[in-house]
């Protein structure tokens, strides 16, 4: 992918480094960071309340299953965000000294650059996410998260949260490298934050509180699809304004798409794979809808709550 000498994004905020001078701790029980009782989230088969420690692993070990980190944050504290109060946010831009900073940055200006005259077609104002670099533990409104959470969105305070470690696990755990495939997973969490200023995340919140667990999984596969579709019109769109592919990143985004599917990491994790239980869709659905708003560029072809077939 081409990104050199172009813009950088104002939306950055590195709090790298800044984590591990102490001066963060898990709330306490009553803090409110708690595990509800009888909310049946189950892990190892398993069901009752859960310390600090227990809280990080349920987080790791349900990120692995592919739900998104935000996702379990808000089921646990049983809070749609709010509750916390993120650190005091510089709004001086980040200056990023390395690579791989100034390339995130220069993603996310391309996700403004391209949602920004979507928006305008649809004769709405974009609003820009920020988003936060970090390592090893973050606070965000949708609590408090570690680097193994990979990266997610945060609707509670509309900022993307990525460890940049994140990059390095796809590389070399997932057998994703590429920047190209780096930039999709940046490009999909700004689908979250697109699907929650079109009021999608607030529709699907509802109907996930009255559905039950396997219907709240379906339509959480339809959202997280929908969020790789929304990847694949930046990709168009930013191809079409900035010439910026280079041969073999649009596989690059592919591959990264299957190889975060919920069946293959069912697989890698040991387990026999149990659709039910997927929340981001399988390997073929995942690099589908990205290939489908890859070639259309237009919001209206990622309706995948109305598709028959995913
Ligand atoms: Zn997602």
Known sequence: MRWRGRRQS???EDQRGSSSRGGFSFPRRGGGFRFPRGRGLRVGGRRGGLGGVGLIAVVVIMWFLGVDPAVILQSLTGNSGGQFTSPQTNRQP???GDD????????????EDA???QFKQLGKT???????LFSNVVRSACGAAQSATGPFYCPGDQKIYIDLSFFQEMKFRLGAPGDFAQ???VAHEVGHHIQTLLGISK????AKSNASRVQANAI???MELQADCMAGIWANNTERAKQILEVGDIDEALNAASAIGDDRLQQRGGGRVTPDSFTHGTSAQRSGWFKRGFKSGQLNSCDTFKAAKL
């Open 100 to 111: 791989l900073g100034k390339f995130v940055a220069v993603v996310l200006a391309d996700t």
């Open 115 to 117: 949602w920004r005259l």
């Open 203 to 206: 529709q699907v919140r509802r």
């Open 126 to 132: 974009y609003k820009e996410p920020r988003l936060v």
């Open 220 to 222: 959480q596969v339809r």
């Open 183 to 185: 930039a999709y997973v």
């Open 94 to 96: 980040a200056k990023l």
């Open 10 to 12: 104002k939306n950055i």
